[in-house]
């Protein structure tokens, strides 16, 4: 097997494994936000789900917050997030790196925020599909206040419909009603897919800001995940500093009576 890359200049970054797309980059400058979409399992289906009619600010994976300096950069038409370049691309024996700069522009075109995303694609296994996200958000000339609210979010997933969708937190917690708005180290969304257990989980790095922080988890009307550290009180950035976030994406092709998480999770952070 082998990792690599192909880009359609100017709108989109995927990482392929031999043949088979792992993942897609969307950064066109038309776009309110670079995310990424298609996500596949190992299997090659696609967990992610871009633009669904429920809601089209919906964006398979993707970064935004609600209220930055009073802006939102989550719903579409207000601020914006433009793709700056990609700082680096890189294949190992084992991974594919990709290091980006993103803006974070108000509607008259004041840059608040540069963006660096590490994005880490881990070779496949049979069973699961690992990305490690890392974030690290830099104010170019004024604080930044993130508002409170149970809708700020920050990394957002949206799942496809799935046959017998649920989430299941480290808590053990099962369903929306028990995982929304609870503090947990992961959250993971599970459904059927061609009579295929597929589970998506986003583990929160005990380095981060407020871990752990609670998560959006939502399974009844659709599949979406979000751990928010903005979600019962404001965080501010200053001038002078840097708020650095990391997460795990893993994609798993069984279900938790088979498939230890918590073991991935225990690698993850050691």
Known sequence: MALSFH?????????????NLILTYNYHSDLCKPYFHPVNAPNAKSVTSDTPEDNINHHGLWFGWGNV??????????GKITHREFRNQEISDCFARVITINN??????????EQT?????HEPLEDQQIIDLNF??????????????????????????RERQK???SDSRIG???????PASWC????????ITVGTAIFDHPSNPRYPAKFTALDESFGFISPSLTMDEPYTIKADESLHLRYRVLIHLEDLFTFDLWKCYEEYVK
């Open 136 to 161: 690290s958000f830099h104010p170019l000339s004024e604080d930044i206040l993130l508002a409170a609210s149970q809708s700020s979010y920050g990394l957002c997933y949206r799942s496809p419909y």
């Open 104 to 113: 974070w522009s108000t509607p008259k075109g004041t840059i608040l925020i």
């Open 7 to 19: 880009e359609e200049v100017g709108s989109s970054l995927s990482i392929f494994n031999d043949s």
């Open 167 to 169: 989430l299941i937190n």
């Open 188 to 195: 993971d969304f599970l459904g059927l897919a061609d009579n």
């Open 176 to 182: 929306e009603w028990e995982a929304n708005n609870k």
């Open 117 to 121: 995303s590490e994005i880490i694609v």
């Open 69 to 78: 300096n009073g802006i939102d950069f989550w719903k579409e038409g207000a």
